[in-house]
């Protein structure tokens, strides 16, 4: 029962950004997509680089045993990123194993973590401000 409260607490994180995003331009939108794909492309990059999931966990170990890198050949390293399509941020998966290793090694989450949630509403906080400056002037 855990696993279905921790899931809801994801989509709650998410239904409260798209709330804080609905009133605003669509200008303001795409420029917090675009801030957001970087910043967690950088997040997840990191996470690989030091052998964590994206929930700040150890990665599972191979088949064989061993600590998997995700950056020796490069492929997943480079291949997997976050991209913005005009309001719609989506992940890039470029690899065909990149399904598997999501699923094996949790490379990518299947609900938003708290540091990334944390990341996201500080940006879309930022820009609302932002704009809510522009408005009073």
Known sequence: MSGVRNMRSG????????GALRDLPLRIRSAVAKD???ILTRELRADYAAGL???DEPRP???K???LTLVK???TYSDVYFTAVGTILRASLGTKYAKYLIGKYRILPQKLPVKWS??????VREYRED???ELAR
């Open 11 to 18: 989509i709650d994180s998410i239904n409260r950004l798209k």
């Open 131 to 133: 704009f809510e400056r």
């Open 65 to 67: 045993g061993q600590k």
């Open 36 to 38: 957001a794909a970087e």
């Open 118 to 123: 944390a990341q996201l509403e500080q940006i």
């Open 61 to 63: 170990l191979s088949v």
């Open 73 to 75: 050949s490069g492929r």
């Open 53 to 55: 999931t994206v929930f």
